[in-house]
């Protein structure tokens, strides 16, 4: 696992996820033209209620390379 800091609505929040999840995040972000914050904060925001914030990313992470 590796940690991840980013900032989401004005605060300071720590994520920690595999390595490939972050490399992937990375691309998606490159790819897509934004930042891997706008990108969590979305994924953040759209999450069914008492899903972890890290398991809706590598879910969201897993859909976007289905596409």
Avoid: C
């Avoid at 979305?42 to 972890?52: A, L």
């Amino acid at each position: 696992m590796k940690k991840l800091s980013v900032s989401l609505s004005g605060h300071q929040t720590s994520l920690s996820l595999e390595p490939e999840f972050i490399v992937a995040l990375h691309e998606i972000a490159h790819a897509q033209n934004k930042s891997i914050a706008s990108i969590i904060e979305h994924i953040d925001d759209n999450r069914t209620p008492n899903t972890n914030l890290s398991s809706a990313i590598r879910v969201w992470i897993l859909n976007q390379y289905k596409k």
